[in-house]
């Protein structure tokens, strides 16, 4: 299986803030990554596929970027409705795999 | 506008089968434009894939749980299923369905709102 890891695991930061989460894949996966956002109780809802591409009604602030086997999710200008917990998936190939999430927690 | 919402008990006893239902609505279920998929997440964990199924019936499991999983399909009543057998307290979690692009058959945009399962005797 591919594994991802995402660093940091959690982060403090402030309304307005600039955040930047990292996730590395154990193999190469091309652009095959998406990113998700959780909220406690909910589920996880795709901000951002092929790497880069932002989903529809998702704000810009959100961005990504990367190919084969590092890649960033970056957030401008953090907005309160922004804490929550991020993870990042590969669908490259069979399995699936998620990393263990970065969670962003108000400073 | 497509929903997705799984049904079962929230509670099954170890050695036992988990049996959950997702039912699909606002959506062509019947499509071959899309895959089916299950996926969980253990309490303070990343989700997990488990198996999808494609709108003919076949299936690919998670090699980790293919021993234990079977997913299958009701187009009459726009839903499909998952059984895991042999459960342990490990199998504890949130489990969601969710749907896949052919395309992009691994990557699910859209998900349930989920069901935790607890695994206890």
């Known amino acids: 299986d591919i594994q991802m890891t995402q660093s940091p695991s959690s982060l403090s930061a402030s309304v307005g803030d600039r955040v930047t989460i990292t996730c590395r894949a154990s193999?190469?996966?091309?652009?095959?990554l998406a990113w998700f956002q959780q909220k406690p109780g909910k589920a996880p809802k795709s901000l951002l596929y092929?790497?880069?591409s932002l989903e529809s009604g998702v704000p810009s602030r959100f961005s990504g970027s990367g190919s084969g086997t590092d890649f960033t999710l970056t957030i401008t200008s953090l907005q309160p409705e922004d804490f929550a917990t991020y993870y990042c998936?590969?669908?490259?190939?069979?399995?699936?795999?998620f990393g263990q999430g970065t969670k962003v927690e108000i400073k | 506008q497509l929903q997705l919402q799984e049904s079962g008990p929230g509670l099954v006893k170890p050695s036992e089968t988990l049996s959950l239902t997702c039912i699909v609505s606002?959506?062509?279920?019947?499509?071959?434009?899309?895959?089916w998929g299950w996926i969980r997440q253990p309490p303070g964990k990343g989700p997990e894939w488990i198996g999808s199924i494609y709108y003919g019936g076949s299936t690919f499991y998670n090699p980790s749980l293919m021993s234990r999983v079977t997913i299958s399909l009701d187009t009459s009543r726009n839903q499909f299923s998952l059984k895991l057998s042999s459960v342990t307290a490990a199998d504890t979690a949130k489990y969601y369905c969710a749907r896949a692009h052919y395309r992009t058959s691994l990557f699910f945009r859209h998900w349930g709102q989920g069901t935790l399962v607890a695994v206890s005797s």
């Open positions: 998936q590969q669908y490259n190939l069979s399995p699936p795999t």
């Open positions: 092929s790497a880069s």
């Open positions: 606002g959506d062509s279920f019947s499509s071959s434009d899309y895959y």
């Open positions: 193999q190469g996966i091309s652009f095959y």
